[in-house]
T-cell receptor
Framework: DSGVTQTPKHLITATGQRVTLRCSPR?????VYWYQQSLDQGLQFLIQ???????AKGNILERFSAQQFPDLHSELNLSSLELGDSALYFC?????????????FGPGTRLTVT | DQQVKQNSPSLSVQEGRISILNCDYT??????FLWYKKYPAEGPTFLIS?????DKNEDGRFTVFLNKSAKHLSLHIVPSQPGDSAVYFC?????????????FGTGTRLAVRP
């Protein structure tokens, strides 16, 4: 158990809908990352928050957004869902920002868009 | 452009023998390297890491070697155990201003035969 929690574990929804994925980092970790794992793309970085502020963006679609709240939990919002958005979404956390800190991953949310 | 490459999609090893997993990278900005182990339907589990200022790091049965001139790292597992059977990902960070994000390889599936 990494100490990172994600809900829900599974999500099935239809095209065009909007969903919210939730992540609670390890106790004391200030930095939260979101990654997407799809069959053909491997694990891809989406976005990072540090202590409530956006710190870095990867290949995140404009239909996707995220935020980190004062209690440091984070939410990833996916809207106007398409079939290609079906993937595993992982949240990770690290104690600080910057290279050189291990990232600990949650169990993931499996999103299926039908 | 795959900046972190794991050219062996699979590896099979006898229990008790050494497992060697390899990883190559192309971006000379990377300064921190990590190995993760992943079971199906679970998040990646952190195993071991190495900073670019070192060439070796050891933790129990796991040793990571870094050859910066060759842009190559390897993970040695000795002795291999059936419970080590999983997909192993190498990852790197330190790239430019978004230094925190991890760039992952495509993974190597390790099977340890009893």
């Amino acid at each position: 158990d990494s100490g990172v929690t994600q809900t829900p574990k599974h999500l099935i929804t239809a095209t065009g809908q909007r969903v919210t994925l939730r992540c609670s980092p390890r106790s004391g970790d200030l930095s939260v990352y979101w990654y997407q794992q799809s069959l053909d793309q491997g694990l891809q970085f989406l976005i990072q928050y540090y202590n409530g502020e956006e710190r870095a963006k990867g290949n995140i679609l404009e239909r996707f957004s995220a935020q980190q709240f004062p209690d440091l939990h984070s939410e990833l919002n996916l809207s106007s869902l398409e079939l290609g958005d079906s993937a595993l979404y992982f949240c990770a956390s690290s104690v600080e920002a910057g290279s050189g800190y291990e990232q600990y991953f949650g169990p993931g949310t499996r999103l299926t868009v039908t | 452009d795959q900046q972190v490459k794991q050219n062996s999609p699979s590896l099979s090893v006898q229990e008790g023998r050494i497992s060697i997993l390899n990883c190559d990278y192309t971006n000379s900005m990377f300064d921190y390297f990590l190995w993760y182990k992943k079971y199906p339907a679970e998040g990646p589990t952190f195993l071991i890491s190495i900073s670019s200022i070192k060439d070796k790091n050891e933790d129990g049965r796991f040793t990571v070697f870094l050859n910066k001139s060759a842009k190559h790292l390897s993970l040695h597992i000795v002795p291999s155990q059936p419970g080590d059977s999983a997909v192993y990902f190498c990852a790197a960070s330190g790239e430019g201003s978004s230094g925190d994000k991890l760039t992952f390889g495509t993974g190597t599936r390790l099977a340890v035969r009893p």
